[in-house]
């Protein structure tokens, strides 16, 4: 694979109590425990992180799939839940896609969505470690 571009993203302190940062000096944020895992809460989280660039990564190959197809989005989001959870000896996650395309009917929504999920980076690096739930929302 041609490298076309590369984040670089450094965590310090203490892991998941710690900080992270970009090279670039984009991103810089606290990291905390969430409560729910007996932490203070009160900062970002790993998995947050995951969400978002998951969500972004996602919404964007959502649109170039779309734009291939030559259909109208209109108003569309994507939202990324990713949890936590014991695995074997250690830690697993899991991902679900809910995308919102009210202005799209259902049957070409959900094409768009299973392909989006064959080209977006994310979905192909999770591709074999993590299920993927993919929902689209009902129209309103």
Do not use: W
Request: charged share 20%; proline share 6%; glycine share 12%.
């Amino acid at each position: 694979m041609k490298v076309l571009y590369t984040a670089r993203a450094t965590a310090t302190g203490e892991g998941r109590s710690g900080a992270v940062a970009t090279d670039d000096g984009l991103l810089k944020a606290n990291l905390a425990v969430p409560a729910d895992l007996g932490g203070p809460g009160g900062a970002t989280n790993p998995e947050q992180l995951f969400a978002a660039g998951y969500a972004a990564c996602f919404h964007s190959a959502l649109q170039t799939v779309a734009r291939r197809a030559k259909v109208e989005l209109g108003a569309s989001e994507v939202t990324a839940e990713v949890g936590i959870g014991p695995s074997g000896p250690g830690y697993g996650l899991t991902a679900a896609l809910v995308v919102s395309l009210p202005d799209v009917p259902r049957e070409i929504a959900e094409d768009l969505v299973a392909k989006a999920h064959q080209v977006c980076p994310y979905s192909n690096a999770t591709r074999g470690n993590i299920d993927v739930a993919l929902t689209v929302k009902e129209n309103r």
